[in-house]
Every structure is written in C-alpha cells, then in structure tokens.
C-alpha cells in the first residue's frame, strides 16, 4: 500500500473532488502505476485532517472516472488502462529502468521499415501527387483510399461499396466517428461486460451511458442482449466479436445471426470492430454480414501491418457516410492522407498482405512460447491472439499479481480495466506478447510470471491474529 497523501493547499472547490483531482494528476504525472493500491479510507483521511465520508466520496469520483478499482476485503486499487491515457502510452520504467511492459495489443515487429522507405521514395517521386496528399481532402478519404479499405474489408469475407467507406485515424478514431454518428449524450450504448477500455473512453467523452452485456466461451449471450434491449432504450451495441479483447473468444457463426435478429427487432445499430480478424484463422462471417443495414464496422491496419500508420476504416449502412464524414470534419477534419497513402499502397500492391503473414509467423511463434510456460494455468488464447487471458489462481487477486509482476519488472494488466461495470470484474490478467520488444525479453517476462503463479502472495505470507 502507498504512502499517499496529496497536498491541496494549491486546490479550490469541494475537498473530495480536490483529492480526485490529485490523483488523477498523480496518475498522468507516472506516480502510480497499474495495481498500486492506495491507503484505506480512514488511514487518508487521518493523514489530511478529513473525515471519512469525504475520502469515501473523492474514492467514488476517481472510480467513475475509471482511475480506480474496489475490491471488498482487499482495498482500493490504481486501474490498469481505463485512466489517464497519456500516462498508458508513456510506461515508467522500473528502478533498474529494465521494464517489461505487456499492458498493449501491440503486434510484433516485422520487416516493414524498408518498404516504408521504398514507398515514400515513389510518393516523393510523383510531385503533383505529393502536393495534393499535403493539402486538404474530402472528410470521408481520397476515392482511392476509400477503394483500398473496401479490399482490405473484402480480404476479411465482407464486400462494400467504397462509398459507403469513411478513412478514419484508426480503429479507435472509427469507433469515436461510428458513435458520434449514431448518438446523443445521455444515450444507453451496450458492450461486452469485458470489453476493449477504450469505448469506456469513448463513452466517457461522448457523455454516453454503458450497459455490460453478460458472456459465455462463445461471446455475446443473445439472452441476456434482448433482456437489456427489452428493459430500455438501447441506441448501439459495441462488440468485437473476432479474437475479442480481453478474452480472445471469437463468436461463432450462429451466435452472430442472432444478436443481429435482436438487434434489428429493438432497432439498435452494431458498430462492429474487427480490427483482429485478419489475424484469425478461419472467422465466421463478420457481424456486418447478418445485419449490413444496421451495421458500423470497424477495421484498421494497427493490429496487422502497422499501428504508426494510424489508418482505419468505417463502412457503414447506405446512407450513413454523410453523417460518418461529418463527425471525422468536426473531430480532425480528415484522416492524414499522406498516411492513409501509403497504407493504401501497400493493400492495393499486396505489401500488406506480405507484412500480414510475417506478423502471423511471428505471433504463432510467439503464442507457442507463451503457452509451454504459462498453458499449464487456466487461459485463454485463441489462435491468431496478439495476447492470453489467464484466469489467476487462489489465492492470488488479479490487483495483486499486476503489482508484484510490475515489482519484478513485468507489467500486465488485471481484469478490472476491462470491466464495463465493477461487478463484471474478474480474477483475471491480459498479457500481450506481441509487445515484448524481442523473444528474449518475452522469455524473462512469461518466465517471471510463471514463478509468481507458483508463489504466494505476500498477503497471504503473514498471520493475522
């Protein structure tokens, strides 16, 4: 447990927002890190002179901003990845500066660097070309972008008009754009009760309301999704229903048709993000398919060619590209068409399909690591997964384990980040070992996690009397 206690001498306003602020600003400044657990209620407000009820109400703001987590028994806990996003991006190091961090669905390298050259050599070449990619374009991306996202969509098994096709930043910019597009602030939007954290994000800035929808081992249960449509005005369903993050379950084909039929039956729009699928072997049809005319699906080339390219894709229903185009106008005005240029160069000469296939190698490499250390335990990872979901054993809590591995130079993230409400949190890590910057580093990291999972946690080491 930290020593924290924040000065607010410097702060106005109510006292237990002050201390919300503090740790919210703490939290981007790298003071706290992903399992942190903080001091109780009463040892805080002992420590700056308040009462209790006003550390209780400042614990609650943090916790609906998604700072912090709760467990009963055990304490309050620093969140893994649904605060602060700059402090995400930004990992401090350990002491010895040797973090391994293994909190992002990054891919793993792959030889794309000398091809990213050859391509800016031909751009640079075509100097009319080149001035126009430097200039304003149409919001919804140059017609030979939008064609090259709808090859991209039509190599995962779904056929588009590019006209129907938005260029967006990536995948997460198509999630802002479709959400947007389809909403109001104040809107009830449902998701999978574990779910990617950055549609809590979205939600967050766009003022919209989120429903956790119950799961099994195929995805979405199609029950519990009409009950929630049955009990109120649900406007969109956020779902990724291939390789799904955080567990890596991909929905099976049946599954898929009938949270469309519910779906089109309460007139609630899925925005589909698919941004795994190329790097699934064998996926069912996409959502979209059963449901084009409700459908917002996402895709981007960050998971299977190139995150730094930030280029994304969103293929919405007849119609609705108007509207799509007018939320990338208000938030960017455009996606970076020097960018997207290159992107769209790669899909249309089969580059990326090239990159595509080096990075599955890789990750099956990297999967058959992982899972002869750590397979033993109860995990979850499908093929084509950039990470494993493992359930953690007794007496081990998720909070903890991120903690001590973090100690030991590993960082992972527990379940809670990816709950959409606290109840749905589970006892579980994600580790992505597409971001190990090598195999070496991936062996130490999975290897550290594998001794801490036959340890005991340091909880459990004293006697409590």
Known sequence: ??????????????????????????????????????????????????????VSRAYAEAERRGLIGGEVGRGTYVRAASGDLGNL?????????????????????????????????????????????????????????????AKWLALGGLEVDPDRIVVTGGAQHGMLTALAALTRPGDRVAAEALSYPGIKLAARLLGLRLDGVAMDDDGLIPEAFDALCRSGDIKALYCVPTLQNPTTLTMPAERRAAIAE????????????????????????????????????????????????????????AGAAER????????????????????????????????????????????????????????????????????????WHAG????????????????????????????????CFGAAPDMAALDRAVNILAELLKSEPPEALGTVV
């Open 324 to 395: 799509l185009a007018a939320a990338v106008r208000t938030a960017c005005w455009m996606a970076a068409p020097l960018t997207v240029e290159v992107g769209a160069r790669w899909i249309a000469d089969g580059r990326a399909e090239r990159i595509l296939a080096a990075r599955r190698r890789e990750m099956a490499r990297r999967r058959a690591r992982v899972l002869d250390v750590l397979g033993q335990h109860d995990v979850k990872c499908s093929e084509g997964s950039l990470h494993l979901w493992l359930n953690v054993p007794d007496p």
């Open 400 to 431: 903890t384990l991120a903690a001590e591995a973090r100690a030991r130079g590993v960082a992972i993230t527990p379940a809670d980040a990816f709950a959409i409400r606290r109840r749905d949190a589970t006892h579980a890590i994600r580790v």
């Open 1 to 54: 447990m930290t020593n924290w206690a924040p000065d607010l001498a410097s702060r106005n306003g109510p006292r237990y927002l002050a201390i919300a602020d503090a740790l919210a600003a703490d939290v981007a400044a790298g003071r706290f890190h992903a399992g942190d657990r903080l001091p109780t209620h009463r040892d805080l407000a002992w420590r700056m002179g308040v009462t209790v009820g006003t």
């Open 89 to 149: 991006m930004s990992p401090a190091p350990d002491a010895m500066g040797n973090l391994i961090d293994l909190t992002f669905n990054f891919p793993p390298p792959a030889a794309e660097g000398g091809v990213l050259g050859e391509t800016l050599a031909e751009i640079a070449a075509d100097t009319g070309l080149l001035q126009s990619l430097l200039s304003y374009q149409s919001c919804a991306g140059r017609r030979s972008h939008r064609a090259a996202g």
């Open 262 to 317: 519910i779906a089109r039956r309460h007139g609630v729009a899925i925005v589909e993000d698919d941004i795994m699928r190329l790097l699934a072997p064998d996926a069912p049809p996409p959502l979209s398919y059963y449901a084009p005319d409700i459908s917002y699906y996402i895709t981007s080339l960050s998971k299977t060619v190139a995150p730094g390219l930030r280029l994304g894709f969103v293929a919405g229903p």
